[in-house]
């Protein structure tokens, strides 16, 4: 779903200065980026010991809507950041060629709002497909700064999301995994850092200038660090879900507190607790073995006391051969 508002995002900021993505950058995408990081992310190991601790059971669980709902503001800010920051470096340099390669041309730094389809600004001749392209308004700086941030995007949403304890082994165990994502990493910075003519015409991209390519690398930075520290402090962070797992059972009547204790579910360390809400506001569940377990977690006399113990008694040999103990019931 992340996958899907992060694209959705990128071109949505295009279709505001009547531009696009460029069909390499959507298979460069889908297939080096997403399908690469969809087969690798569950092959990591499970944990070494089960817990008690389970998963939220709703799809609607505040825990799992407030880090969706973080990252795709993350993503929403810093792509929004570095289209301005590109919109307004392309309008100043309106078409005087500030990049310090000599790839670009005069048209490539025109601002994406000029360069419009039906614009008739005279150009060299173009090749078909470079002429497919310029009607398309693909290339230019706006796009290729887009590119370069929302790529690394989808990178730090799956290693933010590739949680290890307390269910599965750290990420740094998943090697196949690890490896997808440093290598779409190292190629999105190196081309970013030191573009490649050939490769800039490949994924009809443009020459990014010095001081902007620093601020993207920055950005880039900035967004996987707010990305792993929403998941890792904020959603994952026991005492705070404790904190209002227990200020909203304060607030509920006695009669509407038994169905949050069951899902007060001890963690093995520390003996703190985790809050996990049941659907229906607090309500009675709707599952029949969650009203039993409701019913026997209420009942006094749940688990009934044992009636007798069985120990093992003293040893007894038989033709010079020991043997295993008797076992011997006591009734109590």
Request: net charge neutral; hydrophobic share 40%; charged share 15%.
């Amino acid at each position: 779903a992340l996958y899907s508002i992060i694209q959705y995002l990128c071109v949505l900021h295009l279709y505001s200065i009547l531009s696009n993505m460029g069909d390499a950058q959507y298979l460069f995408v889908d297939v080096a980026i997403i399908m690469s990081a969809v087969f690798t992310m569950s092959l990591s190991p499970p944990w070494r010991e089960l817990v008690p601790q389970r998963p939220p059971s709703s799809l609607l669980s505040p825990q799992l809507l407030l880090s969706v709902g973080g990252q795709i503001l993350l993503a929403l800010a810093f792509q929004t950041s570095a289209f301005l920051l590109a919109h307004t470096q392309a309008s100043a340099a309106n078409g005087t060629g500030a990049c310090d390669s000599a790839h670009n041309s005069s048209s490539d730094w025109t601002p994406g709002w000029v360069r419009a389809p039906g614009h008739n600004a005279s150009v060299p001749p173009l090749a078909e497909e470079e002429e497919e392209a310029e009607s398309h308004n693909i290339r230019n700086l706006e796009n290729s700064c887009l590119f370069f941030l929302s790529g690394c995007q989808y990178l730090s949403v799956a290693l933010a999301y590739s949680k290890g304890r307390p269910f599965r082994q750290p990420v740094y165990t998943n090697y196949l995994f690890l490896g997808c994502v440093l290598s779409a990493y190292a190629f999105l910075l190196f081309n970013l850092l030191h573009p490649v003519p050939a490769l800039l015409d490949v994924f009809q991209l443009v020459c990014i200038p010095v001081p902007l390519r620093l601020t993207l690398l920055a950005l880039i930075a900035a967004n996987l660090l707010l990305a792993l520290t929403v998941e890792s402090l904020i959603i994952d962070c026991n005492p705070l879900w404790r904190r209002l797992c227990s200020s909203q059972k304060q607030c509920l009547s006695p009669t509407d507190r038994a169905p949050m204790e069951m899902d007060r579910v001890p963690l093995p360390r520390g003996g703190r607790w985790r809050c996990f809400h049941s659907g229906g506001g607090g309500g009675a569940p709707h599952a029949r073995y969650q009203r039993l377990a409701q019913e026997l977690l209420l009942d006094p006399d749940w688990p009934p006391p044992p009636s007798a113990s069985t120990k093992a008694g003293p040893p007894r040999s038989h033709s010079g051969a020991l043997q295993g103990r008797a076992p011997q019931t006591t009734h109590l």
